[in-house]
């Protein structure tokens, strides 16, 4: 055993054919945080040689895993930390940016903390390829995923920007955070092999290491690269006449179909309409497919010819009509993967948004664990849908229903992180668990301070609740 310049005891475990050796990340290199010394692993770069030394590392399909608190090692992100962690793979343009398989590790590898440790953390990934743009970043964020999936005691749920993963006891010894890396850097050089280079860098906040308080401001200015950088690939749903379907959660979900439109990034957030329109470029038979637009019947609710059609014949025949923009009349399909819901409060005739990482209970009555557990397995849900953070932030957000004026509800963070695409007048006016999760005092706060859904939805002051149809039921009027 030897001690590490950051503290921990190394074990001089064997680690493939990865070379440990120490490395200072300091503030010098990262100008607004002050990022503690870690340590580098070198991954094999020989086309040959990528998966050397995964030999005693379950991979593939049948290790897609979901591992119980007890049985864990290491948590990173999750409820526990509100989310507040992130996966952040970039396209870099400049090849000399970018160290091919290189690891930097700041924190504690796996096998270094005590079983059940839980911490926030920042996984960040540079991918450089001739011809790999902007456009081909969630392609290979997919592929990252699929690769991590089938890793033995490896255990991820959430979304890119709002990890959950867990690692179990049963791989301690076996699986360290370079050999994760290492799978991807194979897999995806493997599946694309326009990608040429790939470099890693793991940061486990534990307490010692610096905890949420490291991690935010990170959190933060990655966020607002990736922002840009999908600002700059930005489309509408006019300039396009195909959008796109993805079935890839059939496997929780048999009648599950996803419509991916410029406005509308699928509520597992993992990819947007440039994403899709790549992945079909490069993978023509997968899951992803084009859904021709067809003729616009309600561009408020966003109801297409087309859309109906591919979705009814990818649903197995269950489901006949979508409305691409709306929560309440014939929403598309939740599988279970959503990073948030929109839900109907009848007692106010309004929608109310709640997000994974919310752990209090909903004017429903309801934890959103059990609203996700109700709305999820493929069902069309009328009056409820699976919303992801970046479909929020779009213009056509659940335009059908009435958009912000219908939204009366969500926590008290979610609200704040939303804020600049929250309409300024609707925004005080929409309560939060801090106001109250109370349908009748709800009320009375809408009233209070003149939410616009008052006048625009309720009659003579009252709220009108809809009478929803049952799942996959029709609507009497239609
Ligand atoms: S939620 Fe939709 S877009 Fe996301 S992986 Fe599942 S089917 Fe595809």
Redesign the pocket.
Known sequence: MFACANGWLCRGLTVGQHVQKEVKVSAAEDTEVKIPPGREFQLPTDPDHLWDGLQDVGLGIRWVAEVKKADMQIELSGPKWEYKSYTILEVIEDPNQVRDGIVTLIGPDIHEVEPGTSAPSAWEIKVYGPGITQRHREYVERQMAMALHGIEGYMAFGSFQAPWMRISKAVVGRLTFAKLCQVVHAYVKTVVPQVEKMEFRWIVATPEVGGLDLILPLYKRGIERLKAQEQSVALEDEDVDIFYG????KSLAPN???A?TPSQI???G??SYNGAQVTVELDPEG?IFPMPKGECRDPDLGSYTGVDEAVYERSNHQVKRVNIFSAIRYPTTN?G??EGAAFYIPEVDGLGLAIRRYIGVTPLGIKFSRLAGMISGGSQNHGYKGISLRSMQSKTFLKGDGGWNRIVWMPADMKQEMAEYIPEEVYDKIATEQDTIDPGELREFLKQKGHPIVERFWKNGEPQPLNLPPPGGDWPDE
């Open positions: 993805c079935t890839i959660c599950h179909v996803c991916i699928p509520y597992c993992i990819l899951y599988c993967c959503f």
